[in-house]
């Protein structure tokens, strides 16, 4: 196996950009005016947080989900239902014009 530059890579090594280093088992996501939100940032670490028919649901999404989609799927099961909650909130505030306490850029 190479990279795109044709270099060889080691399958079973630590991923591209971590030089070396084991990556972290839990994300983390600041938002202006609230405190960080931590969350599973592995197929392990969410399956944990999963029981039941969530847990099926997600073995069965994630077996059937393209390689090149699978960080997406493992944000969209990771990510608090609470805080995904509280972001809709805001984007629907923004759709109806409302940019209170937007900051310009």
Same mark, same amino acid.
């Given at each position: 196996?190479? #990279?795109?530059?044709?270099?060889?890579?080691?399958?079973?090594?630590?991923?591209?950009?971590?030089?070396?280093?084991?990556?972290?088992?839990?994300?983390?996501?600041?938002?202006?005016?609230? $405190? $960080?939100?931590?969350?599973?940032?592995?197929? #392990?670490?969410?399956?944990?947080?999963?029981?039941? @028919?969530? !847990?099926?649901?997600?073995?069965? @999404?994630?077996?059937?989900?393209?390689?090149?989609?699978?960080? +997406?799927?493992?944000?969209?099961?990771?990510?608090? $239902?609470?805080?995904?909650?509280?972001?809709?909130?805001?984007?629907?505030? !923004?759709?109806?014009? #409302?940019?209170?306490?937007? +900051?310009?850029?």
């Amino acid at each position: 196996m190479t #990279d795109l530059d044709g270099n060889p890579v080691d399958p079973g090594g630590p991923p591209p950009g971590t030089g070396g280093h084991e990556v972290a088992a839990m994300w983390s996501v600041e938002h202006t005016g609230r $405190p $960080p939100v931590e969350f599973p940032a592995t197929i #392990d670490t969410i399956r944990a947080g999963l029981s039941g @028919e969530r !847990l099926a649901e997600f073995r069965q @999404e994630t077996g059937r989900t393209p390689g090149h989609e699978l960080a +997406v799927l493992l944000f969209r099961w990771s990510y608090p $239902p609470e805080e995904l909650a509280s972001d809709d909130e805001v984007f629907t505030r !923004l759709a109806s014009g #409302d940019f209170t306490a937007c +900051v310009p850029q």
